[in-house]
């Protein structure tokens, strides 16, 4: 696993979740640099290694192994800080939690190092005008990458970014980060006996599929399955909004019905999810 790009410059607190990767395993326990933090070093006392009874620690622990821990004590008076973290007392929701936001930080750190190199700016430029301005402000800088190919540059600078950063980020961002879909689906059923019927029905799945879409997210897809019955799908970001479309739809149909003169109308939802 890839380490991060840039690292936190402070220390950690007792009580903080910690990724560590073990370096040297001991009898007595073992040595473990600190992922997220520059130059940081804990000690993992044997004790504190696993809740079970363990005959030898190299059954749990080895070098190059990534592990999350938490901080039981922090010596600042030492000089590097002596830094001892339990493993023991790390809950498996802790543990998946942590590293779940161990791996989007991974994320979030390329796509603005990428950034970074495509318009010839530093490391450390990015790290300072970027990444520590967005950690101060968000728990998960993914998320606001995620929320600006969605939204736009915008976001980004009203979180502080410059408007030339805001603009590199997005674009990045955009090329790295697949915005995901939800779909539902249902069929209308629909007739028409007049001699025009034809174009009355055309002209009712025309409209249907013309209504006004709350972003560019949101689309609206309708086709025939065979006479008199029509499949809409309605596809967004979150079932809210497609839920929303879907009822501005079934109340524009309602009024094309009636205008048109259709007959034998009626709407079955079929499923739900992902698009």
């Not at 910690?18 to 370096?23: F, H, L, M, P």
């Not at 101060?136 to 190919?149: C, G, N, P």
């Not at 006996?193 to 009355?200: H, K, L, T």
């Amino acid at each position: 696993m890839s380490a991060l790009i840039f690292k936190r410059r402070d220390l950690p607190e007792a009580g903080d979740l910690v990724v560590a990767r073990v370096t040297k395993v001991f009898e007595y326990g073992a040595y473990a640099t600190l992922e997220e933090f520059e130059n940081l070093t804990a000690f993992i006392p044997w004790s504190e290694v696993s809740t079970r009874w363990i005959r030898n620690i190299r059954d749990v622990l080895r070098e190059g192994q990534i592990v999350v821990g938490k901080v039981i004590r922090v010596d600042k008076k030492k000089r590097p800080p002596q830094i001892d973290i339990s493993l023991k007392r790390v809950s498996d929701g802790e543990r998946r939690f942590k590293m779940m936001r161990w791996k989007r930080d991974q994320r979030a750190q390329k796509i603005i190092e990428l950034a970074a190199k495509k318009y010839g700016k530093s490391l450390e430029e990015a790290r300072n005008e970027v990444w520590e301005k967005l950690r101060k402000r968000f728990a998960d800088v993914l998320s606001i990458l995620e929320q600006a190919v969605i939204q736009g540059p915008k976001i980004l600078k009203e979180a502080g970014l410059s408007e030339e950063w805001s603009k590199i980020i997005h674009e990045e961002a955009s090329r790295h980060i697949e915005v995901k879909h939800v779909k539902i689906r249902g069929i209308i059923t629909a007739q028409s006996f007049s001699p025009d019927g034809a174009n009355r029905i055309k002209k009712f799945l025309q409209e249907l599929m013309a209504i006004e879409l709350p972003n560019k997210h949101t689309n609206i897809k309708v086709y025939t399955i065979g006479a008199p019955r029509y499949v809409v799908e309605v596809t967004a970001l979150d079932y809210k909004t497609a839920e929303k479309v879907l009822k501005t739809l079934l109340n524009k149909a309602e009024k094309l019905v009636k205008e048109l003169g259709l007959e034998n109308y009626s709407f079955t939802r079929v499923e739900v999810g992902r698009a």
